[in-house]
T-cell receptor
Framework: DQQVKQNSPSLSVQEGRISILNCDYT??????FLWYKKYPAEGPTFLIS?????DKNEDGRFTVFLNKSAKHLSLHIVPSQPGDSAVYFC??????????FGTGTSLTVIP | GAVVSQHPSRVICKSGTSVKIECRSL??????MFWYRQFPKQSLMLMAT?????????EQGVEKDKFLINHASLTLSTLTVTSAHPEDSSFYIC??????????FGNGTRLTVT
């Protein structure tokens, strides 16, 4: 059973506009959430994280929002750039170091 | 720079042979390493958790005799795909990290079994 879900397999956004990637989870014990970016034939690279004590974390053009009551997090990229085109995975973790990944959203930023 | 190094990045082997994939942590001691497999358009599926000095913990449905994991030192874990078959062709990725910190991933290994 998928504990972390990304219901949008793909997203296209015009350069300069905002990209919003969504992620839902089912396990209320998750307390640490991350976004990874992955280019083809490469391993994922860490992008941004948020712990459950916060509802927002910002790092440059990337902001992650966490809504614990809805068990939902989102990644906002603004302004979007063509180099942001990649697959984005959200991941969640509870106690220990076991991470659960969503299925990914392929973002295409159109120049 | 990369903190987890995975080798090889690509390997083609014949059916029935075995393939070893190495995963090294470059600037930290990795007591735990994770091995994932990714199918096209699917999530990273955790195969096993590799613990230094002890037996690996395999996820349900993963054959431990087929995917041999060895974690003999704090910087190296290996995954050996034994008697590989075409259905084992996939993208294998290792990761590691300190507890309660983001995982660092290797660049993955594209295995093609002919």
């Amino acid at each position: 059973d998928q504990q972390v879900k990304q219901n949008s397999p793909s997203l296209s956004v015009q350069e300069g506009r905002i990209s919003i990637l969504n992620c839902d989870y089912t396990n209320s014990m998750f307390d640490y959430f991350l976004w990874y970016k992955k280019y083809p034939a490469e391993g994922p690279t860490f992008l941004i994280s948020i712990s459950s004590i916060k509802d927002k974390n910002e790092d440059g053009r990337f902001t992650v929002f966490l809504n614990k009551s809805a068990k939902h997090l989102s990644l906002h990229i603004v302004p979007s750039q063509p180099g942001d085109s990649a697959v984005y995975f959200c991941a969640a973790s509870g106690s220990g170091n076991q991470f659960y990944f969503g299925t990914g959203t392929s973002l295409t930023v159109i120049p | 720079g990369a903190v987890v190094s995975q080798h090889p990045s690509r390997v083609i082997c014949k059916s029935g042979t075995s393939v070893k994939i190495e995963c090294r942590s470059l600037d930290f001691q990795a007591t735990t390493m994770f091995w994932y497999r990714q199918f096209p358009k699917q999530s990273l599926m955790l195969m096993a958790t590799s613990n230094e000095g002890s037996k690996a913990t395999y996820e349900q449905g993963v054959e431990k005799d087929k995917f041999l994991i060895n974690h003999a030192s704090l910087t190296l874990s290996t995954l050996t795909v034994t008697s590989a078959h075409p259905e084992d062709s996939s993208f294998y990725i290792c990761s590691s990290g300190l507890t309660n910190s983001p995982l660092h991933f290797g660049n993955g290994t594209r295995l093609t079994v002919t």
